[in-house]
Each structure stands twice: as structure tokens, then as C-alpha cells.
């Protein structure tokens, strides 16, 4: 019977080391951080894999909206770039969510997102209205169109997840999360 519970705990192990071993490589294949819960059907930005920390503030990135500073035209188009402020500033990974201001819940998306270089950015798989990196390769800035929504929609928020480094991420503060509100 003490063997018996060896082979137990030296299962339990295995299967352990199986799941760690497979989470090391769905990080190495880049693939995206975000899902859906299931619970109360949002879609999560956080970066949950072992290691990670969220720190607080935007650390010198921001979403820009090219050409207007808070107010969008409905139905126009803008470019819409996540980039750091500093020189030579690089993050990792990101997740860009454009929702009703102030909302809780980020399944209802403000207008629509249109890739630009689908070598740097594609749609989350289980939330297709968050835009996601393709890879976690250092970058400066990453580009998406967005096309605003219809007449009457009011204010909306940007949102952005940076992945910094391989310890530290950072989600909705100071630049990263911006108000644009219909003209």
C-alpha cells in the first residue's frame, strides 16, 4: 500500500510537470493571452502565465489615435498605434480592446478593428474584437485601422495589455486606456 501512494504522487508530478511544460510552450509559440471565461462571457486582457506581474501605470506607452486627439467622426476611419514615448522604447505582446466607456464588461466592441500588417497583429481567438500580437518579438509600435461606430454611440475607451518583458506586464493606466468621444 506505501508503494501504491508513491506511484500516486509520482503521477501527480508528471502530470504537473506536463501542464508547466505545455503552458513554457504555449508562451514560446506566442500564442494569445486572451479568452474567454465562460462564466460571464468577458473577455480577460489579464497576462496570466507564471511569472508575470502587473505594474502599475502606463511606463511611457500610450495608444495614439493619428490625427484626432478625442473626438472621432462616426463611420471614419483612423489609425490607431500603440508605441512607447521614450527612444528605442520596446515592448513584447499587447491586447487593444476599443469598448463603451467606463464599461465592465469589454464583449461589446466600439466600432471595428482592421489589421494592417498581419505579421504583427491578428484577432484574439476567443474574443475576435480584441487585437493581438502575432508574436512576442521586441517591437516599438504596432498600427490597426479602426473604423468608428455609427451616429449616436457617444464616448468609447481605447484599452491596451503591454507585455514588457517576460516578468512584467501592464493594462488600462494613464496612456494605455483613452477616452474618444463622437464630434
Known sequence: MYCGKWHVLIGLFALISLVVLCLDYCVALSLPVAWNDGVDNRCNRDITQTGRRRLAGDRGFRILVVGRETR?????????????TFPDQKFL?????????????????????QEIDPTKTRFADECPHVVTHTDLRPKSNVEVLWIAPPPGVGCMEFRA??????????KDEGALKQLFCEA
Do not use: K, Q
Open 93 to 113: 505582446g499587447f491586447m487593444l480592446v476599443a469598448v463603451t466607456a467606463n464599461a465592465v464588461d469589454e464583449t461589446t466592441s466600439m466600432g471595428t478593428f
Open 161 to 170: 495589455s503591454i507585455i514588457l518583458n517576460e516578468d512584467i506586464w501592464l
Open 72 to 84: 472621432y467622426r462616426p463611420r471614419h476611419v483612423y489609425t490607431v498605434v500603440i508605441n512607447g
